[in-house]
Protein backbone atom coordinates (compact mmCIF):
# COMPACT_ATOMS: atom_id res chain seq x y z
CA UNK A 1 0.00 0.00 0.00
CA UNK A 2 2.63 2.43 0.79
CA UNK A 3 4.84 1.71 -2.64
CA UNK A 4 1.64 3.26 -4.59
CA UNK A 5 1.55 6.55 -2.68
CA UNK A 6 5.70 6.66 -2.29
CA UNK A 7 5.57 6.67 -6.32
CA UNK A 8 3.02 9.14 -6.72
CA UNK A 9 4.64 11.53 -4.14
CA UNK A 10 8.19 10.90 -6.33
CA UNK A 11 6.35 11.52 -9.47
CA UNK A 12 4.86 14.61 -8.34
CA UNK A 13 8.42 16.17 -6.60
CA UNK A 14 10.23 15.35 -10.03
CA UNK A 15 7.27 16.86 -11.64
CA UNK A 16 7.42 20.31 -9.51
CA UNK A 17 11.74 20.52 -9.73
CA UNK A 18 11.37 20.46 -13.48
CA UNK A 19 8.58 22.92 -13.82
CA UNK A 20 10.06 25.29 -11.08
CA UNK A 21 13.87 24.82 -13.03
CA UNK A 22 12.15 25.84 -16.32
CA UNK A 23 10.25 28.58 -15.57
CA UNK A 24 13.79 30.16 -13.96
CA UNK A 25 15.73 29.54 -16.47
CA UNK A 26 13.20 31.26 -18.45
CA UNK A 27 12.64 34.14 -17.18
CA UNK A 28 16.34 35.00 -16.40
CA UNK A 29 17.04 34.77 -20.08
CA UNK A 30 14.13 35.99 -21.65
CA UNK A 31 12.84 38.64 -19.72
CA UNK A 32 16.79 40.26 -19.03
CA UNK A 33 17.77 43.25 -20.53
CA UNK A 34 21.72 43.93 -20.14
CA UNK A 35 22.45 42.48 -23.31
CA UNK A 36 20.27 44.65 -24.88
CA UNK A 37 21.10 47.68 -22.98
CA UNK A 38 25.29 46.71 -23.34
CA UNK A 39 25.22 45.68 -26.60
CA UNK A 40 23.67 49.29 -28.07
CA UNK A 41 25.82 52.04 -28.46
CA UNK A 42 23.97 54.93 -26.84
CA UNK A 43 20.23 55.42 -25.66
CA UNK A 44 18.34 58.36 -25.58
CA UNK A 45 14.78 59.07 -23.75
CA UNK A 46 11.68 59.16 -25.83
CA UNK A 47 9.39 59.28 -23.14
CA UNK A 48 9.18 60.49 -19.34
CA UNK A 49 5.98 60.34 -18.19
CA UNK A 50 5.78 62.12 -14.27
CA UNK A 51 2.00 62.25 -12.77
CA UNK A 52 0.49 61.80 -16.19
CA UNK A 53 2.47 64.63 -17.72
CA UNK A 54 4.55 64.63 -20.20
CA UNK A 55 8.47 65.39 -18.82
CA UNK A 56 10.14 64.25 -21.93
CA UNK A 57 12.39 67.49 -22.35
CA UNK A 58 13.95 67.02 -19.24
CA UNK A 59 16.28 65.19 -21.00
CA UNK A 60 16.79 66.62 -24.60
CA UNK A 61 20.08 66.47 -26.02
CA UNK A 62 21.58 63.21 -23.54
CA UNK A 63 22.53 60.04 -24.57
CA UNK A 64 23.27 56.90 -22.64
CA UNK A 65 25.51 54.19 -22.21
CA UNK A 66 25.42 51.33 -20.33
CA UNK A 67 28.25 49.08 -19.78
CA UNK A 68 28.93 45.63 -18.62
CA UNK A 69 30.09 46.51 -15.73
CA UNK A 70 26.66 48.40 -14.31
CA UNK A 71 28.06 51.74 -15.03
CA UNK A 72 25.86 54.34 -17.10
CA UNK A 73 27.34 57.15 -18.55
CA UNK A 74 24.36 60.21 -19.52
CA UNK A 75 26.10 62.79 -21.86
CA UNK A 76 24.91 66.33 -23.46
CA UNK A 77 26.78 69.38 -25.00
CA UNK A 78 30.16 67.67 -24.55
CA UNK A 79 29.09 67.17 -20.78
CA UNK A 80 29.39 63.59 -19.02
CA UNK A 81 27.64 62.29 -15.63
CA UNK A 82 28.45 58.89 -14.58
CA UNK A 83 25.91 56.87 -12.70
CA UNK A 84 24.86 53.24 -12.29
CA UNK A 85 22.77 50.78 -12.96
CA UNK A 86 21.47 47.42 -11.73
CA UNK A 87 19.60 44.71 -13.33
CA UNK A 88 17.65 42.51 -11.30
CA UNK A 89 15.78 39.61 -13.76
CA UNK A 90 13.84 37.60 -11.77
CA UNK A 91 11.92 40.42 -9.99
CA UNK A 92 12.29 42.62 -14.12
CA UNK A 93 13.70 45.73 -12.19
CA UNK A 94 16.49 48.02 -12.82
CA UNK A 95 17.93 50.74 -10.87
CA UNK A 96 19.58 53.79 -12.04
CA UNK A 97 21.40 55.78 -9.80
CA UNK A 98 22.55 59.08 -10.68
CA UNK A 99 25.10 61.38 -8.71
CA UNK A 100 23.77 64.32 -6.46
CA UNK A 101 25.31 66.98 -9.23
CA UNK A 102 22.84 67.17 -11.75
CA UNK A 103 18.82 67.67 -10.73
CA UNK A 104 17.66 66.55 -13.94
CA UNK A 105 19.24 63.00 -13.86
CA UNK A 106 18.48 62.24 -10.55
CA UNK A 107 14.80 62.34 -11.05
CA UNK A 108 15.69 58.60 -12.92
CA UNK A 109 17.28 57.76 -9.74
CA UNK A 110 14.97 54.32 -8.29
CA UNK A 111 13.70 51.14 -8.66
CA UNK A 112 11.90 50.86 -12.26
CA UNK A 113 9.53 47.88 -12.99
CA UNK A 114 10.70 46.74 -16.44
CA UNK A 115 7.03 46.96 -18.22
CA UNK A 116 8.26 46.08 -22.00
CA UNK A 117 11.17 44.82 -23.78
CA UNK A 118 11.14 45.32 -28.20
CA UNK A 119 13.64 45.69 -31.01
CA UNK A 120 12.56 49.59 -31.08
CA UNK A 121 12.88 50.27 -27.06
CA UNK A 122 12.68 49.39 -23.63
CA UNK A 123 9.74 50.86 -21.53
CA UNK A 124 10.36 51.29 -17.15
CA UNK A 125 7.69 51.91 -15.02
CA UNK A 126 7.65 53.17 -11.51
CA UNK A 127 4.67 53.22 -9.43
CA UNK A 128 4.43 55.32 -5.49
CA UNK A 129 2.14 56.67 -3.38
CA UNK A 130 1.95 59.63 -4.83
CA UNK A 131 2.26 59.22 -8.59
CA UNK A 132 3.14 56.86 -11.56
CA UNK A 133 6.12 57.46 -13.56
CA UNK A 134 6.92 55.93 -17.17
CA UNK A 135 10.16 56.25 -18.60
CA UNK A 136 10.29 55.24 -22.45
CA UNK A 137 14.54 54.74 -23.64
CA UNK A 138 15.40 53.71 -27.39
CA UNK A 139 18.73 53.24 -29.14
CA UNK A 140 20.05 55.65 -31.40
Known amino acids: MKKPAL ?3 LKCSVIIYFAACSSIDKLSVSDSISHQLV ?3 AWKVNCYDK ?10 GY ?3 FDASGKVVAAKNGKTIEGNWLEDNISKKITLHFNG ?3 ELMQLNNYWDISNISEAG ?3 EKETDKSSEK ?3 TSL
Not at 51 to 60: Q, V
Request: proline share 0%; net charge negative.
Open 51 to 60: ASSDNTCIFE
Open 39 to 41: SRT
Open 135 to 137: LYI
Open 7 to 9: LFA
Open 122 to 124: ITF
Open 101 to 103: ANA
Open 63 to 65: TFN
